[in-house]
C-alpha cells in the first residue's frame, strides 16, 4: 500500500499544502511480504518518499521491523515450511535467532488477509529484518533521499 500524505513548511487550513510526501505503508505490503526487504525494496523503487514501519524488540534485544507484537499465523510459517495454526509466540520472548526460524514470505491462502491484498507477490525463505538491516537497504537504494516513519 502506498500513501499519500500533504506536507508544507507552514501547515495552514487555508493553504493547499505545498507538495505530498508518498509513504510506502509496511513497505509496498500490497506488492511485497509486509515489512520486509523486499516489500521496502519495491517501495523505493516505486518513488516513495518515506517508508512507514513498525520496530520490535527481541529477547536478545535486537530492533526488527515487524507490524504485530506474536508471529501473525496468516503469514508466517515454521522452520518446515508448516503454517502455524494458532498465533505464535510474541517477538520480544524470542532470541533474533529463533525469530529468524521463521518464514513471512507469503499470505496463508483462503484467509481474510490474502483476500485483502490479491496483488501480492510471495517468497520463500523471507525473514524478519533487523531495523539496521532495513535503514541499510533504503540509504543504498535511495542514497539518502528517503525519510523514515515509524
Do not use: K
Amino acid at each position: 500500500m502506498i500513501a499519500a500524505a500533504a506536507c508544507t513548511a507552514h501547515p495552514s487550513p487555508t493553504e493547499p499544502p505545498s507538495r505530498l510526501d508518498y509513504e510506502g505503508h509496511r513497505g509496498a505490503r500490497g506488492l511485497g511480504p509486509e515489512n520486509t526487504l523486499a516489500a521496502f525494496e519495491r517501495a523505493i523503487a516505486l518513488g516513495v518518499d518515506t517508508l512507514e514501519m513498525d520496530v520490535m524488540l527481541t529477547a536478545d534485544d535486537v530492533l526488527v521491523v515487524h507490524h504485530d507484537e506474536h508471529l501473525n499465523p496468516d503469514i508466517t510459517r515454521d522452520g518446515s515450511g508448516a503454517w502455524l495454526e494458532a498465533t505464535g509466540p510474541a517477538i520480544r520472548s524470542l532470541t533474533f535467532a529463533a525469530l529468524e526460524q521463521y518464514d513471512v514470505g507469503r499470505i496463508r491462502p483462503q484467509t481474510a488477509y490474502a483476500a485483502r491484498f490479491p496483488e501480492q507477490e510471495g517468497g520463500d525463505g523471507v525473514r524478519i529484518p533487523t531495523l539496521r538491516q532495513v535503514i541499510a537497504l533504503a540509504e543504498q537504494r535511495a542514497a539518502g533521499r528517503i525519510h523514515y516513519n515509524r
